[in-house]
Structure formats: structure tokens, C-alpha cells
């Protein structure tokens, strides 16, 4: 029955990032945003809903060392999921998906937008790691740099031009209508939400079961399989925006929602928790830096973001496998 319900939460959350990507690009052209802007910011914190009620519940309902541990496993998850695999997935897309007959030799993307992204994540997570190494006493002045961080981010980008980038796809709650009304586009990304929310959550809840059934520690867990189930909207989200051809969309979703899970989450995580990164949480965090450092050197340099540089993101997952096969 388990596993029966692993399948049936997966359906579930691909069926609702299918309709999530098609009711957000309605709400951006709505706002009169850019295609970066639904990207970065709707898409992205609207699909990390899920990966962000486990460290917040953990924290605030769970009891003892162990509720902190999930909590801070979670936390430093998500953005290591987000930087290799979720571009590995996206990359990988990319190269088996043709536009117009053929094949990517580089990612369509706005430039301006993806370094923007990975900037900010290499700078706010990069504080946010060695405040859980070295710093004690100013632990909540960085927490407020991190919030105050992603206020900016989210200025900056909801303050670049809009304007509409290509046709869309006909509104799913409203297909016969050329120009639905801002309600039914608000209702259909809500219910798309609920959709992703549920289904994270009972992926989690089946997860947590095989995972005590092979005897995994609570802090694996945390850092690796509830990240998988629940980074699942970005990675269906931009697997759907590839096989589009918007790649900017998908690449934006996952940068956006590096940069909220880096800042906001870990900000939570330093008020409430000890925040006291161990040594695979330490090698989690600099593999999801290398990971994502690696493609912002490369699209400073050359200009352009590869498949095959996202593709080779996956290196650091296995890395990240490897390190904690030999650590327990």
C-alpha cells in the first residue's frame, strides 16, 4: 500500500505543477511582470511551499534534539537538491527535448536574469553556512541580513521590465476564454498550490515510512529524501517549461527558489535552532556552492549555460552519496 501511495502522490504532484505553470504564467502577464520575474519569484516561492513546512514545522511543533536535527537537515537540503540535481534534471531535459526541430546547443535563457540568481545564492547561502560554523554572537544580525537579502532580491527583480514574452497556452479553468478574468487565474494557481502541497506531503509521509522500515538515521532523511519528494514541483515545473522552450522559466524556477531557500529558510533555522552545521551538513552546503558556483563561472566566462554543464551537476549529488556511504 506504501508504495502504491508513492505512486499515486507522484501523479499528483506532476498533474498540479502542470497546472501551476500554466495558471503562474497567466497571474505574470496579469501583473504585467517578466518572464524572469514569474520565474524567479511566483514560480519559485509558490513551488517551494512544500520543502519549506518541513524544517518550519519541524522547529516550531517538534519536540527534542532529533525535531531540531530534521529541521536543520531540511533546511541545508533543499538548496543542495535545488543546485545539482534539479539542474542536472533540467539540463538533462533539455538536451532530450529539440526546439523547432533542434536540438539546444545552449540554454535559452536571459543572461541578466540567471546570473542575478546565482549571485545572490552563492553570496546569502555562503553567509548563512559560515554563521553555522564560526559565529555564535551575531547569529541573528545574519539572520536579519538573510531576510533583508531577499527583499532586495525580490526588488530587483519584480523591478525588471515586463511585458509579454509569447503567446500562452489557453487558462485550463477557462480554455475557451482568449483573456480569463484575474480571479480564475488567482483560483486555478491556488488550487494548483493545494495540489502540490498535498501531494509533497504524502510523498513525505510514504518516504518516512520505507525510510524507518530500512533504518535510515532521522538526519539522511532530512537531507536527502524529503528533499527529493518535495523539490519535485521545480523539477516537474521546468522539465514542463523546457519541453516549451522557455527556458528562462525553467531555469528561474529553481534559481528563484535557491535564492528564497537560502536566505528566508536558513534565517528561521538561525533564530530558532542552535544552528550548529555538522560535518556532512558541512559538506552538503560547499558540494551545493561548487555545484552552483560551477555554472555561474562558466556563464560569466563564456556567456551561455550549457545542457551539459547542468547535466554535469549531477556529479556532486553522487559525491554527496559517496561522502555519506563513507561517513556512516
Not at 59 to 72: C, H, N, P, Q, R
Not at 292 to 315: C, H, R, W, Y
Request: net charge neutral; glycine share 10%; with cysteine.
Amino acid at each position: 500500500m506504501t508504495y502504491l501511495l508513492l505512486v499515486a502522490s507522484l501523479g499528483i504532484i506532476l498533474l498540479s505543477a502542470e497546472i501551476f505553470t500554466n495558471g503562474v504564467e497567466w497571474l505574470g502577464k496579469k501583473m504585467n511582470l517578466s518572464e524572469g520575474a514569474v520565474g524567479s519569484v511566483l514560480a519559485a516561492v509558490g513551488t517551494a511551499l512544500p520543502e519549506t513546512m518541513i524544517p518550519v514545522i519541524a522547529i516550531l511543533f517538534g519536540s527534542g534534539d532529533m525535531a531540531k536535527e530534521v529541521g536543520i537537515g531540511a533546511i541545508l537540503g533543499a538548496p543542495f537538491m535545488l543546485s545539482t540535481l534539479a539542474l542536472a534534471i533540467t539540463g538533462i531535459a533539455a538536451m532530450i527535448w529539440k526546439v523547432k526541430g533542434k536540438s539546444r546547443e545552449s540554454m535559452f535563457i536571459d543572461r541578466h536574469v540567471m546570473t542575478r540568481d546565482l549571485k545572490f545564492f552563492l553570496i546569502v547561502y555562503s553567509v548563512a553556512v559560515l554563521s553555522g560554523i564560526f559565529s555564535n554572537g551575531f547569529k541573528p544580525l545574519v539572520a536579519v541580513f538573510l531576510v533583508l537579502a531577499y527583499g532586495y532580491y525580490v526588488y530587483k527583480t519584480l523591478g525588471c521590465e515586463g511585458g509579454e514574452c509569447e503567446a500562452l497556452n489557453p487558462l485550463y479553468l477557462a480554455k475557451k476564454n482568449p483573456d480569463p478574468a484575474t480571479p480564475i487565474v488567482v483560483l486555478q494557481v491556488a488550487l494548483a498550490l493545494v495540489g502540490i502541497v498535498i501531494g509533497a506531503h504524502l510523498f513525505v509521509q510514504e518516504i518516512e515510512v520505507v525510510a524507518s522500515i530500512w533504518g535510515i538515521p532521522a538526519f539522511i532523511l532530512s537531507l536527502i529524501i524529503a528533499p527529493i519528494a518535495t523539490e519535485l514541483p521545480e523539477k516537474f515545473n521546468s522539465v514542463i517549461w523546457v519541453r516549451q522552450g522557455k527556458d528562462t522559466l525553467a531555469l528561474g524556477n529553481i534559481t528563484g527558489a535557491m535564492v528564497f531557500q537560502s536566505s528566508i529558510i536558513p534565517a528561521i533555522g538561525i533564530i530558532l535552532t542552535p544552528w550548529e552545521l555538522s560535518q556532512l551538513g558541512i559538506i552538503c552546503a560547499i558540494l551545493a556552492i561548487a555545484a552552483a558556483g560551477t555554472v555561474f563561472i562558466l556563464l560569466k566566462l563564456k556567456g551561455e549555460i550549457k545542457p551539459l554543464t547542468l547535466a554535469f551537476n549531477s556529479i556532486f549529488y553522487l559525491i554527496f552519496v559517496g561522502a555519506v556511504i563513507a561517513i556512516y
